[in-house]
């Protein structure tokens, strides 16, 4: 009989010292699916109109905002981390997409990152700090989850990615309804390669865009794709050569979407909504017991020793 793999206490230290970050971020992120209606306004308050504020690009700007006539741009800012996304920025994102939502004045958004890549998806050491606190959006209102569960948008959102857009961060590029790339773009869905899955969204809406095949083709084995990938599985609609080309396509392409009726461009994404979202509440709704039984086995903390000693994984199926 095959022996299970033994662990030095040497590397147990490893381990233990891994653990620390990783298991609360992942139970401060399997919140996330937990808090679809966390944070809404009843109905009355909702629709009480907003007007987004801008924030300029500096060193302490997590996420910047920029109006550009009906407009509004979201840049993720933290590329010295691999723009990999804390509670802070999560929540600042929160406010940015309720108050654009509220805010009459526009009409179409667009979400990108600055520096050298979209993003890396969590960062896991950055959510210590909430795990135990329900998550990072508990006890917040008028904001709307950047995942996009529960209470959704009702304005459109062009996601412009490059460079690596990873996990969390591909989940991010999923809940936008119009989405473009750099030929660049380095996309990955690998949590099931390091003992974990993919919980922010992608095991339905990856599904959804690209059909069972081939979500499962990347999904399971954690391979990443390339641009001309997501293209072909048709969750990509469009290939620029270059990151700011892929922005000035964004721009271009809200532009004319903020050009359009905005009641009807409101309908048409509920009318959708209505065609889809009836088979996805229960998925979604499980994500978040799912979470809590994978990451008590066995296989999940192989996953984390094999992180922290720099080696393949050996799963065993418990």
Not at 179 to 184: I, K, S, W, Y
Not at 259 to 268: E, F, K, N, S, V
Request: charged residues 20%.
């Amino acid at each position: 009989m095959e022996k299970e793999p033994v662990i030095a206490r040497r590397d147990l230290i490893k381990v233990s010292a891994t653990l620390a970050a990783v298991v609360p971020a992942v139970a401060a992120t399997s919140a996330l699916a937990q808090q679809s209606q966390q944070g809404q306004q009843p109905a009355s308050e909702a629709a009480q109109p907003t007007t987004l504020a801008e924030v300029s690009l500096g060193p302490n700007t997590r996420l910047t905002i920029e109006r550009r006539g009906q407009v509004a741009l979201f840049g993720l800012n933290r590329p010295q981390v691999q723009n990999r996304v804390d509670p802070e920025t999560f929540r600042a994102l929160a406010k940015a997409l309720y108050d654009y939502d509220h805010d009459p004045s526009l009409r179409a958004a667009i979400l990108f990152g600055h520096g050298d890549c979209f993003s890396r998806g969590i960062d896991v050491e950055g959510y210590r700090a909430v795990a135990n606190s329900g998550g990072p959006l508990a006890g917040l209102t008028q904001i709307v989850n950047p995942l996009n569960y529960g209470a959704q948008r009702t304005k459109p959102l062009i996601a412009a990615v490059h460079g690596d857009t990873w996990n969390m961060a591909h989940e991010l590029f999923l809940t936008a309804d119009i989405r473009v790339a750099a030929a660049n773009t380095n996309f990955g869905q690998d949590e099931n390669s390091h003992g974990r899955f993919p919980g922010g969204g992608s095991t339905v809406r990856f599904v959804r865009e690209a059909g069972w095949g081939n979500a499962m083709r990347y999904m399971l084995t954690g391979d990443h794709w390339s641009a001309a990938d997501a293209q072909r599985m048709g969750v990509l609609q469009e290939i620029a050569e270059t990151p700011q080309a892929t922005l000035d396509l964004a721009v271009a392409i809200a532009n004319r979407v903020a050009a359009c009726a905005p009641l009807g461009i409101q309908t048409t994404l509920a009318s959708a909504h209505l065609a889809i979202d009836a088979g996805e509440g229960q998925a979604f709704s499980k994500l978040g017991a799912q979470y809590s039984a994978l990451y008590r086995t066995k296989d999940f903390l192989e996953g984390v020793a094999a992180q922290a000693e720099g080696r393949t994984p050996v799963f065993h199926g418990n």
